[in-house]
Every structure is written in C-alpha cells, then in structure tokens.
T-cell receptor
Framework: DGGITQSPKYLFRKEGQNVTLSCEQNLNHDAMYWYRQDPGQGLRLIYYSQIVNDFQKGDIAEGYSVSREKKESFPLTVTSAQKNPTAFYLC?????????????FGPGTRLTVL | GENVEQHPSTLSVQEGDSAVIKCTYSDSASNYFPWYKQELGKRPQLIIDIRSNVGEKKDQRIAVTLNKTAKHFSLHITETQPEDSAVYFCAATPLRGYNKLIFGAGTRLAVHP
C-alpha cells in the first residue's frame, strides 16, 4: 500500500467551498475507490471506478464528484452540496480482476469544515 | 440491502489472552471476506482474508473462520500483545459489484499489559 498516495494530509474548508482531494497509485491497478470514515464508524463507499473513464456511485455519493481520466489518478471533489463533509477520506485501489480483489488503502486525508 | 454486522464494538483483554471478533453478512452470494486493522490516524491494512470455499485460515497468531450456512465469520487473535491494540474491520463482497466491499462498523480492541 506504499504505492498509493493521498494529498493533502489535512485540509480545511470554509462553508460553501468546493475542495478536491488527490489520490494517485503506481500499482498498475485498474480499480480505485473513495471511502468516507466518521469517528466510531466503518468505511462507507462514496464512488468507485473499475476502469479509466468510467465510475459508479457508491452508497453516499450525494455532494461528491469524481473523475478518472488516467489509470493512476482518481481525484474526489467535495462540493458545497455536501452538508456535513468533515470526515477522514480514504482512497483505495485493487487489481479489479474479480473476486477475491484485495483493496489497498492510501494514508487518508482529514477534511475539516470551518 | 447488503449489510455486515460486527460485534463487539469494543473489546478489552489482558496481554496473552485471546480475542474473538464476529461478523454476520446478509448476502448469501458473498464469497470474499477480508479483515483490516487500523491504528489510530492510520490507513486500514489487510491482515488476513478468506474465500468462501475455505472454512478456516491461519497466519501465525491470527485465524479466520467462516460458516457459510450461518453467514458469519470470525477473527481470532491468540496470545494478544499491546501492539494488537487497534480498530479491526471485517468486510464482505456483495452480489452486485463483485469487487466492492461492505464493511462492518469496526471493533476497538484494547490489550492491557
């Protein structure tokens, strides 16, 4: 999982602003994922992409957007429509070849709304 | 919808004791069950996983058992050490979107010296 990087580590946002979280991987993985983690809770899937130029909504996609223009990059934009964006955001990637399909996580970005 | 329930939410043991965490899944077609360990402020890291065609898998002090009939699987840690203290998450693959994972809510394990 050292091949997955996220930036920035900490991000502060004012209400009404859009912010973009970066996720890059050099593992040559086809599939990438974004999760949100709130204190004391599990990981909830926001968006996932199984191949370049294609992505699907997860369980909590409202207020978020993504793009997958390159295999190694899967940026997440938290829009002003997301009412409670303060959370720990985790990006993951996997080979995407079918089960079992182990997911490896990046170090995360902690987003705080001021 | 697909769901994974995990128990207990917190677990406190003495060093050297065993710890058991249990998960139940709803989708009978699920066929892959990983366990992740997350230390405070860090990324989740895979510690062990099991496929549906296997009933048990061991890796040193860690083992996972799977009961497909009852749709539950468990993580067993023997001879616990303080460095085992962390939050542990189970997960399962749902029928739809085979490389998606549905996570349990996590178990906070504290190992006391």
């Amino acid at each position: 999982d050292g091949g997955i990087t996220q930036s920035p580590k900490y991000l502060f946002r004012k209400e009404g602003q859009n912010v973009t979280l970066s996720c890059e991987q050099n593992l040559n993985h086809d599939a990438m994922y974004w999760y949100r983690q709130d204190p004391g809770q599990g990981l909830r899937l926001i968006y996932y992409s199984q191949i370049v130029n294609d992505f699907q909504k997860g369980d909590i996609a409202e207020g978020y957007s993504v793009s997958r223009e390159k295999k190694e990059s899967f940026p997440l934009t938290v829009t002003s429509a997301q009412k409670n964006p303060t959370a720990f955001y985790l990006c993951a990637s996997s080979m995407g070849q079918g089960p079992p399909d182990t997911q490896y996580f990046g170090p995360g970005t902690r987003l705080t709304v001021l | 919808g697909e769901n994974v329930e995990q128990h207990p939410s917190t677990l406190s043991v003495q060093e050297g004791d065993s710890a058991v965490i249990k998960c139940t899944y709803s989708d009978s077609a699920s066929n892959y069950f990983p366990w992740y360990k997350q230390e405070l402020g860090k990324r989740p890291q895979l510690i062990i996983d099991i496929r549906s065609n296997v009933g048990e898998k061991k890796d040193q002090r860690i083992a996972v058992t799977l009961n497909k009939t009852a749709k539950h699987f468990s993580l067993h840690i023997t001879e616990t050490q303080p460095e085992d203290s962390a939050v542990y998450f189970c997960a399962a693959t749902p029928l739809r979107g085979y490389n998606k994972l549905i996570f349990g809510a996590g178990t906070r394990l504290a190992v006391h010296p």
